[in-house]
C-alpha cells in the first residue's frame, strides 16, 4: 500500500488497476509504438560510446490536467469566470495570472501540458455576449439573454441557459458559424501556446451527455493540432446522449482527418449507476462489439477531480479506512437520489473486478481502463493544493464571503418529499493531476502513452510511481540502476497487458515510488 497522507491514498489502487489494463505489449516483445527496445548492440563499423543512442522508451513523468474550463463554457463564464484560454494556458505555464474576483495567483511548480475542456454546448456563449456579437444579439435568444445580463439578472441569464441544456434543446441550433468562430479561437490559442519539448497545449473539449440530469460526460482529446481539428465541429449534448454515438462521431473524425482522438469518462460516482452499467445505453445487454468498442475510444478513467472521489466507496471497500475519501453519495444533478444498487455500477474498482468477469463471458472487456486525475476546474485556473484550496468555480475563489462555501453543486432538482440530495463547494476537492510516462512532451508522444494507458492518478501531489509486472522478477530488480530497462525488456510497463503465463506461476510485480519534492513523506 503507498499513500502520501489521505488525499494520496487511492494511488495504490490506481496502480493495481494499472497493472490490469490492456496495451498491445508483451514481455520480451519490445516496446510498442517506439520499435524495438534498446539491445547492447553496436554498429558493425564501429563501437560507439554512449549507451544511450537507443533508449526509446519514456524516462520522465510528466504532469498536466486534462480537464480545465474557462469562461467559453457557459456553466464557468455565466456564473463570473472572465478568463479565456489565454490566461489558463499563462497560468499552467507557471505566469502570475490575476483570478476572476481579483486575486493575484500562481502556481508553486508550472504543468508540462494542459487540456482546456470546455463544455460543447454553446461553446463561447459568455464571451460573444461579453462582445456584443451581433449574429449573436440577431437571434431572439440571443437578445434575450443579452439582456438579462446587460441588466444585471446573471441568475436569470443562467437559468434561461440551463432550461435549455435540460431538456436537450438548442437555443442556437443552425447557428454553426457561430460555434465555429469559437471553436477556432479555442484551437488557435492552443497553437499559440504549443511549445513541443517544453509545453504541451493539447485540444480538446467536453462532450457533456446528461440524461436526466445524470452524468456521463467525457472529455475528448485530440492528437492533432488546429489543422485537422478545425476540419469539424465538437459534438454536444444536443446532439446525442449515447456513449455510442460518441464513439462513431469519432471513428468519422479520423476517417475524415487522419487525425487520432479518445475519450475520457469522469464522474461516474454522479452517473447514478449508468457510467459502468450492465446494459447499454439504448438497454441492449452487453456484447464482445460493445466491449471491444469502449475498450477503443475510452482507453483511460478520470477517477478524481472536483466533484468527488470516483475510485471506491466505503460500503464497497469496507476494510479500506481510505475508501470514504471524497465520498459524494447523494444523487446527481438530476432529481432522483442515490440507491445502493447503483454504488457498484459507478466506482472503478467494482468496474474493474466486474470488467474480469465480462472478459471471461464476452471474450473482450468493456471496464479495462487505465486512471488519471483532473481538476474539472471552472476558474480557468488548474489549481490543485489542498492544503492552499483556490476554489473549483468563480463564487469559491478565495474571498472573505462566506457564502462561497453554499454554493449549490448538485440539488437544484429535489423530488418533492425526497431526501435532500444537495452538495455544496465546500464539498468540493482540490483533485487532481494526470501522470503521463511519454518520450517527450509533444502533442504526439503525451498522447500515445495516454492511449496505451501508460499513467496513473494523484489527487495533486507529484509523487513518482512506476510499475512493471513479469513472470521473474526478483527483489533485487527493484535496486537496480537500470530498473526501467530491465522492467520493459522482461515485463509490461502500467497499462500494459501481461500474456503467456507459464504453467503454474504467479505474476510478480515490482514498484518504485518517490515522494513529491514539496509534498508528505510516503507511508
Given at each position: 500500500m503507498?499513500?502520501?497522507?489521505r488525499?494520496c491514498?487511492?494511488?495504490?489502487a490506481a496502480?493495481?488497476?494499472a497493472?490490469l489494463v ?5 514481455a ?7 520499435g524495438?527496445m534498446?539491445t547492447?548492440d553496436v554498429?558493425m ?12 522508451y519514456?524516462?520522465?513523468v510528466?504532469?498536466g490536467d486534462?480537464?480545465l ?8 463564464g455565466?456564473?463570473g ?7 489558463a494556458y499563462?497560468y499552467?505555464?507557471g505566469?502570475?495570472?490575476t483570478?476572476?474576483i481579483?486575486?493575484r495567483?500562481r502556481?508553486?511548480?508550472p504543468l ?5 475542456a470546455d463544455?460543447a ?7 460573444m455576449i ?8 440577431k437571434?431572439d ?6 439582456n438579462l ?6 441568475g436569470?441569464?443562467?437559468?434561461l ?8 434543446k438548442?437555443p442556437?441550433?443552425?447557428?454553426e ?8 479561437r479555442?484551437t488557435?490559442?492552443a497553437?499559440?501556446f ?16 446528461s440524461p436526466d ?10 492528437r492533432?493540432g488546429k489543422?485537422?481539428?478545425d476540419q469539424?465541429l465538437?459534438i ?10 460518441l464513439?462513431?462521431w469519432?471513428a ?9 482522438a479518445?475519450a475520457?469518462?469522469?464522474n461516474?460516482?454522479l452517473s ?10 439504448t438497454k441492449?445487454?452487453l456484447?464482445?462489439a460493445y ?8 482507453p483511460?478513467?478520470?477517477?478524481t477531480?472536483?466533484k ?7 460500503s464497497l ?11 459524494w453519495?447523494?444523487g ?15 466506482y ?8 474480469l ?6 471474450g ?5 481502463f487505465?486512471m ?6 471552472h ?8 492544503d492552499n484550496y483556490?476554489?473549483?468555480a468563480t463564487?469559491?475563489?478565495p474571498?472573505?464571503?462566506?457564502d462561497?462555501?453554499d454554493?449549490?453543486?448538485t ?5 418533492p418529499g425526497g ?6 463547494h ?13 518520450t ?5 508522444a503525451l498522447?500515445?502513452a495516454?492511449a ?5 492518478a ?11 509486472a513479469?513472470?521473474?522478477?526478483a527483489?533485487?530488480d527493484?535496486?537496480r ?8 525488456l522482461?515485463?509490461?510497463p ?10 503454474g506461476?504467479a ?5 518504485r515510488?518517490l515522494r513529491?519534492?514539496?509534498?508528505a513523506?510516503?507511508?
Amino acid at each position: 500500500m503507498i499513500n502520501i497522507n489521505r488525499h494520496c491514498s487511492f494511488v495504490s489502487a490506481a496502480i493495481a488497476a494499472a497493472m490490469l489494463v490492456p496495451t498491445v505489449v508483451h514481455a520480451g516483445e519490445g516496446y510498442a509504438g517506439y520499435g524495438e527496445m534498446p539491445t547492447d548492440d553496436v554498429r558493425m563499423s564501429k563501437k560507439e560510446y554512449s549507451p544511450y543512442l537507443n533508449i526509446g522508451y519514456p524516462q520522465k513523468v510528466f504532469w498536466g490536467d486534462t480537464h480545465l474550463h474557462t469562461a467559453y463554457s457557459t456553466d464557468a463564464g455565466m456564473i463570473g469566470n472572465r478568463l479565456g484560454p489565454d490566461e489558463a494556458y499563462r497560468y499552467a505555464r507557471g505566469e502570475i495570472v490575476t483570478s476572476s474576483i481579483g486575486v493575484r495567483s500562481r502556481l508553486q511548480r508550472p504543468l508540462d501540458f494542459l487540456v482546456i475542456a470546455d463544455h460543447a454546448e454553446n461553446l463561447g456563449l459568455a464571451p460573444m455576449i461579453a462582445e456584443k456579437n451581433p449574429d449573436l444579439l440577431k437571434l431572439d435568444f440571443g437578445k434575450e439573454i443579452a439582456n438579462l445580463v446587460y441588466s444585471g439578472k446573471y441568475g436569470d441569464a443562467y437559468t434561461l441557459w440551463g432550461t435549455g441544456m435540460t431538456e436537450g434543446k438548442d437555443p442556437l441550433k443552425d447557428n454553426e458559424a457561430l460555434t465555429r468562430t469559437m471553436w477556432q479561437r479555442l484551437t488557435a490559442t492552443a497553437e499559440k501556446f504549443n511549445e513541443p519539448g517544453k509545453f504541451t497545449a493539447l485540444i480538446g473539449f467536453e462532450w457533456t451527455s446528461s440524461p436526466d440530469g445524470n452524468n456521463l460526460h467525457r472529455n475528448v482529446i485530440f492528437r492533432d493540432g488546429k489543422d485537422r481539428a478545425d476540419q469539424i465541429l465538437p459534438i454536444s449534448n444536443y446532439d446525442t446522449n449515447d456513449p455510442e454515438d460518441l464513439w462513431k462521431w469519432m471513428a468519422n473524425y479520423e476517417k475524415k482527418t487522419g487525425g487520432k482522438a479518445l475519450a475520457i469518462p469522469h464522474n461516474g460516482n454522479l452517473s447514478n449507476g449508468l457510467m459502468f452499467d450492465d446494459v447499454t445505453f439504448t438497454k441492449k445487454k452487453l456484447s464482445r462489439a460493445y466491449a471491444e468498442q469502449r475498450g477503443r475510444w475510452e482507453p483511460i478513467y478520470e477517477v478524481t477531480q472536483m466533484k468527488g472521489d470516483g475510485e471506491a466507496h466505503p460500503s464497497l471497500s469496507p476494510n479500506d479506512e481510505f475508501a470514504d475519501y471524497g465520498t459524494w453519495d447523494k444523487g446527481s444533478f438530476g432529481a432522483d437520489p442515490k440507491t445502493k444498487d447503483m454504488l457498484p455500477r459507478e466506482y472503478a474498482r467494482e468496474a474493474l473486478k466486474r470488467g474480469l468477469k465480462y472478459e471471461q463471458k464476452l471474450g473482450a472487456n468493456p471496464f479495462k481502463f487505465g486512471m488519471i486525475g483532473a481538476t474539472d476546474s471552472h476558474t480557468s485556473l488548474a489549481t490543485t493544493e489542498e492544503d492552499n484550496y483556490f476554489g473549483k468555480a468563480t463564487p469559491g475563489e478565495p474571498s472573505a464571503n462566506p457564502d462561497r462555501f453554499d454554493e449549490k453543486i448538485t440539488g437544484y432538482l429535489q423530488k418533492p418529499g425526497g431526501p435532500d440530495i444537495t452538495i455544496r463547494h465546500a464539498k468540493t476537492l482540490a483533485s487532481g493531476l494526470a501522470a503521463v510516462w511519454a518520450t517527450d512532451n509533444t502533442r504526439e508522444a503525451l498522447w500515445d502513452a495516454l492511449a496505451r494507458k501508460e499513467v496513473y492518478a494523484t489527487t495533486g501531489t507529484r509523487m513518482t510511481v512506476r510499475v512493471f509486472a513479469g513472470w521473474d522478477f526478483a527483489m533485487a530488480d527493484v535496486q537496480r540502476p537500470d530498473f526501467a530497462k530491465i522492467g520493459y525488456l522482461r515485463g509490461v510497463p502500467m497499462g500494459g497487458d501481461l500474456t503467456s503465463a507459464p504453467k503454474g506461476k504467479a505474476p510478480t510485480f515490482v514498484i518504485r515510488a518517490l515522494r513529491d519534492v514539496d509534498g508528505a513523506n510516503l507511508d
